[in-house]
């Protein structure tokens, strides 16, 4: 029977024109595994087109390839590639025209398996680190920019070799990608350290509105503290993994408000054992087990209330 790394090389192999996408709002790991791959079957000589529709966050525009990111999906295409994404609807519109993806590959436990090939990897500790696994076996070869891109994504979905996805495997991949002879540091420092103005006013916003009642620490972000902010892009700039840093606390939860009356709500479980994937699965959401997140239409002060009460019930706090 074929693999399906095997039935993944056979479909880059014969494609000429393809799409790769990742999920709405990137994170490390999605510009990574964007990049990375993107990079990778550019050098084989495919014609590629990376597509994120909110762009690349100011925090990546260092990485190789990312000025060349585009934000519609124009085809057509020989294949199309998901990265990064545990449903089709978190690519947003991507694949409305396109149908159903011809590759996913992806990480997160919540993955509904929606392309025609689904690669999906829980155990590994980001996609990036998927990919530094199997691009070999698919017939693509690394380059230092290719190992800058995957190294961000392990980097910042460990959150710096911090959480518990960081075994030793991940680690020899890390040693691995620095053999290339990449910046480390550089990569570390861009990644998860430095941060703009705005951004830093926008965590001042966040912070100002911070609770916490049994067990769950929070904080909303709203239009309104973006815009006197400065602060560009419509995430939480990473704050919530400073929410989750929080002694006494089982749970982070940041809630940010998002233009057409919808708010992004993240989770993060402190305590062992916890499961915040089921919770934001609720909501129409998913991701991991002690992170996760959901998008929900509504109010900021309804949307607080309902999620609060979710977390609580199902979580036993």
């Known amino acids: 029977m074929e693999t399906i790394h095997t039935s993944i090389r056979k479909r880059i192999a014969a494609a000429q024109t393809i799409l790769v996408t990742t999920h709405l709002r990137p994170d490390g790991d999605a510009v990574g595994s964007?990049?990375?791959?993107?990079?990778?079957?550019?050098?084989?000589?495919?014609?590629?087109?990376?597509?994120?529709?909110?762009?690349?966050?100011?925090?990546?525009?260092?990485?190789?390839?990312?000025?060349?990111?585009?934000?519609?999906?124009?085809?057509?295409?020989?294949?199309?590639?998901?990265?990064?994404?545990?449903?089709?609807?978190?690519?947003g519109n991507v694949f409305d025209d396109l149908g159903k993806p011809g590759i996913n590959i992806d990480h997160h436990i919540t993955n509904d398996q929606f392309a025609e090939l689904n690669l999906i990897e829980a155990e590994q500790a980001a996609t990036c680190a998927i990919l530094f696994d199997h691009l070999q076996e698919w017939g693509l070869a690394f380059t230092q920019d290719i190992a800058s891109a995957l190294l961000t994504g392990i980097i910042t979905d460990t959150l710096g070799f911090r959480t518990t996805s960081t075994t030793p495997h991940v680690l020899r991949q890390a040693a691995s990608l620095l053999e290339t002879g990449v910046?480390?540091?550089?990569?570390?420092?861009?990644?998860?350290?430095?941060?703009?103005?705005?951004?830093?006013?926008?965590?001042?916003?966040?912070?100002?509105?911070?609770?916490?009642?049994?067990?769950?620490?929070?904080?909303?972000?709203?239009?309104?503290?973006?815009?006197?902010?400065?602060?560009?892009?419509?995430?939480?700039?990473?704050?919530?993994?400073?929410?989750?840093?929080?002694?006494?606390?089982?749970?982070?939860?940041?809630?940010?408000?998002?233009?057409?009356?919808?708010?992004?709500?993240?989770?993060?479980?402190?305590?062992?054992?916890?499961?915040?994937?089921?919770?934001?699965?609720?909501?129409?959401?998913?991701?991991?087990?002690?992170?996760?997140?959901?998008?929900?239409?509504?109010?900021?002060v309804d949307v607080q209330e309902k999620v609060l009460s979710a977390t609580r019930q199902i979580l036993g706090l």
Not at 55 to 65: D, E, R, V, Y
Not at 193 to 212: D, E, H
Not at 231 to 236: A, F, L, Q, S, V
């Open 183 to 300: 910046d480390m540091h550089e990569l570390y420092m861009r990644g998860l350290v430095r941060k703009s103005f705005g951004a830093a006013r926008y965590w001042g916003a966040g912070l100002s509105s911070i609770q916490y009642r049994d067990g769950i620490v929070w904080a909303a972000l709203k239009l309104e503290d973006r815009k006197t902010s400065g602060y560009t892009t419509n995430d939480d700039a990473d704050l919530i993994n400073h929410l989750s840093a929080i002694d006494d606390s089982n749970v982070a939860i940041i809630f940010v408000e998002q233009h057409h009356g919808k708010v992004k709500v993240s989770w993060r479980a402190q305590k062992p054992g916890l499961d915040v994937a089921q919770v934001a699965q609720r909501f129409g959401g998913g991701g991991h087990k002690a992170a996760s997140g959901a998008e929900l239409a509504g109010e900021m």
């Open 34 to 91: 964007l990049l990375g791959l993107g990079l990778a079957l550019e050098n084989v000589g495919k014609t590629v087109k990376m597509v994120s529709l909110d762009g690349i966050p100011s925090t990546f525009k260092h990485l190789a390839g990312s000025a060349r990111v585009h934000k519609k999906p124009e085809g057509p295409f020989d294949l199309t590639m998901a990265v990064d994404c545990a449903d089709h609807t978190r690519a």
